[in-house]
């Protein structure tokens, strides 16, 4: 039971078939019994009231009508849940115990969620140092891949997609600034999706940088990140149904295509192959990379930071602060050093008003002019080869669950487009013609 999606679950809820403190104990008992000694090491921290949250759903018959009535989630420890830790897999922030849910977090409480605890992440969502292995933090160690400990296990929502990939939870909540959601969803065989900049509020999350970051969900596949996105907004969406196959207009990035393996080439192909057969109208694009995305990361976490910390439980409110404290403590702390803290800190205002930060923002908003007209006519655009102008340009994006690899890892497909509800319908149809990724094998 622990593997069915999302979906479902709420369908066995409503019917009666268990409760939700029963699947709530459900996945805790495989929480204890599978993370530490599997080595997954995807849960940071277990909030006690979860079944409590539990039974009194189950206690309100009219509650069941919600959503995500008695569904367990896991979330990503850079984002505030009432009564949990948010650390950003610091050990500087292990003081900061949230008072209250992040708006996010408020509104899938609302929608009937049950939350679990906090996963494990690439320490400050992948922007302490260079060096810094994926899924790494210095309060919650290394993350391992459910497929296999030698795999890389992606990063930073690398507990949260793990945590799914598992049978952990229903589902995860991670955060996306460049990858972060949708890549760890590929490498552990899940699905994300990173909502188009500004549809979701960033309030109580300690950030990179406000122009990129966005919150989303992880889950088993297209249809349950719809149902927790849809939750974890201000306004649910409309109902997003499949596109009809015939009806789909498909651009393909073919930038950097020639850096991608033979193989991953070959299962794009394959998958494009079968979606003209079905009626789909393909056409080649060229999105290129942004060099400039580096300078809006570097300008703004300080000034970001600072923001969240000055209303946070946390005793560090500066940058400045957190890096002493990094330098007090080294051996623990700082074994892949600090580097991008250090250079936030050296090379930036922390007030916006750098030359190279606002010669970014000209470049983003002229970028994301073009990237829309260029896209208008399309319903999403897969991207074959690595490229970060989605995530410049605020787009949004995802990944679904696209086959498993001759190495036995599994592999995702890229799609991003310039309407989140146009993209969403067009991936509900593509995810169709994917040949889909196993379970992990894990212990039941």
């Known amino acids: 039971m622990q593997h069915l999606t999302a979906c479902r679950l709420r369908e066995l809820l409503c019917a009666g078939r268990f409760s939700a403190e029963e699947l709530t104990r459900l996945y805790l008992r495989r929480i204890e019994t599978l993370d530490a000694k599997s080595g997954l090491n995807a849960v940071a921290e277990m909030d006690p009231t979860a079944i409590q949250q539990a039974k009194a759903l189950d206690s309100r018959s009219d509650r069941r009508h919600l959503p995500l009535f008695g569904l367990p989630i896991l979330v990503k420890d850079n984002i505030d849940a009432a009564g949990l830790h948010t650390t950003a897999g610091s050990l500087a922030l292990t003081d900061n115990l949230a008072r209250k849910d992040a708006p996010v977090i408020a509104n899938l409480r609302k ?38 400990r030698t795999l890389n296990p992606s990063g930073s ?5 793990v945590a799914v990939s598992a049978g952990l939870c229903a589902a995860a909540i991670g955060t996306d600034t460049s990858f972060s959601i949708v890549a760890c969803a590929a490498a552990n065989g899940v699905t994300g999706f990173k909502p188009a900049h500004g549809s979701l509020s960033a309030q109580g999350i300690i950030p990179i940088a406000h122009t990129l970051d966005s919150a989303g ?25 499949p596109k009809v196959p015939g009806k789909l207009r ?9 850096l991608v393996s033979p193989e991953q080439c070959a299962y794009y192909d394959e998958l494009l192959q079968k979606l003209r057969d079905a009626g789909a109208a393909v056409s080649e694009a060229r999105h290129p ?3 400039q ?33 990094y330098e007090a403590d080294p051996e623990r702390m700082m074994p892949y050093g600090i580097s991008y803290l250090r250079d936030a800190q050296d090379s930036a205002s922390g007030q916006l008003d750098d030359a190279a930060y606002l010669e970014a ?4 908003h002229q970028l994301r002019a073009g990237m829309l007209a260029d896209l208008a006519g399309f319903d999403a655009c897969i991207m074959t080869g690595p490229t970060n102008i989605m995530h410049f340009t605020g787009l949004p994006t995802l990944s679904l669950r696209l086959c498993m690899g001759k190495d036995h890892a599994p592999c995702g497909l890229f799609l991003y487009g310039a309407d989140e ?10 995810e169709q013609y994917c040949p889909g990724v196993p379970q992990p094998e894990l212990p039941a």
Request: hydrophobic content about 40%; glycine content about 6%; overall charge positive.
């Open 217 to 241: 969900p992880l889950t088993r596949d297209l249809s349950d990140a719809i149902l927790f996105y849809s939750a974890m907004r201000d306004q649910p969406l409309p109902d997003i149904a």
């Open 111 to 148: 929608q009937g969620a049950v939350i679990l605890g906090k996963t494990n992440m690439t320490e400050f969502a992948n922007y302490t140092s260079q060096g810094m292995p994926n899924g790494y933090s210095s309060r919650g160690g290394q993350v391992s891949n459910a497929y296999g």
């Open 293 to 325: 995305q580096l300078d809006i990361m570097r300008c703004e976490f300080r000034h970001d930071l600072e923001q969240y910390l000055k209303t946070s439980a946390a005793s560090a409110k500066t940058l400045a602060e957190i890096i002493r404290r």
């Open 361 to 364: 923002m000209r470049v983003r």
């Open 157 to 161: 929502s690398t507990g949260s997609a």
């Open 421 to 430: 509800q146009k993209l969403l319908s067009a991936a509900l149809t593509i």
């Open 289 to 291: 990379a942004v060099p």
């Open 250 to 258: 498909i651009a393909v990035n073919q930038f950097n295509r020639e």
